[in-house]
């Protein structure tokens, strides 16, 4: 065997490591990224329970929430709305959280419709 075949033999075995190298990398780094995204939205509290409030419940967590509501706010666009709002029959459930007083929005910020408070 010369010189110049086994350079190429070594090469193509490095070149074979190193694409497999690179896929477990991009593997794992869209793993951490699901991981990420799915338990970011399993598991975030709204705004009004992450700070001790317990009006502010979707409506699962808390079925007279939505009755007592004064307001009604956007987790995904962080917004807050009167509930006769025309954007509240729009909004996702998934999405909803209820506050029963202005100091239960702080975080989020008002319609430019219905501009509650």
Do not use: W
Not at 61 to 79: E, F, H, I, K, M
């Amino acid at each position: 065997m010369s010189m110049k075949n086994v350079k190429a033999n070594v090469n193509l075995k490095l070149e074979g490591k190193g694409v497999i190298a690179l896929v477990i990398v991009i593997v794992l780094i869209l793993a951490g990224f699901l991981f990420f995204v799915l338990s970011d939205t399993q598991g975030s509290a709204p705004q009004g329970v992450a700070n001790g409030g317990t009006s502010g419940a979707v409506a699962e967590q808390n079925p007279s929430a939505q009755a007592n509501a004064t307001y009604v706010g956007n987790l995904s666009t962080r917004l807050f709305h009167y509930p006769d709002c025309r954007y509240t029959s729009q909004l996702a459930e998934r999405n909803a959280v209820y506050f029963s007083s202005l100091a239960e929005t702080a975080g989020y910020s008002p319609c430019s419709v219905c501009m509650p408070g």
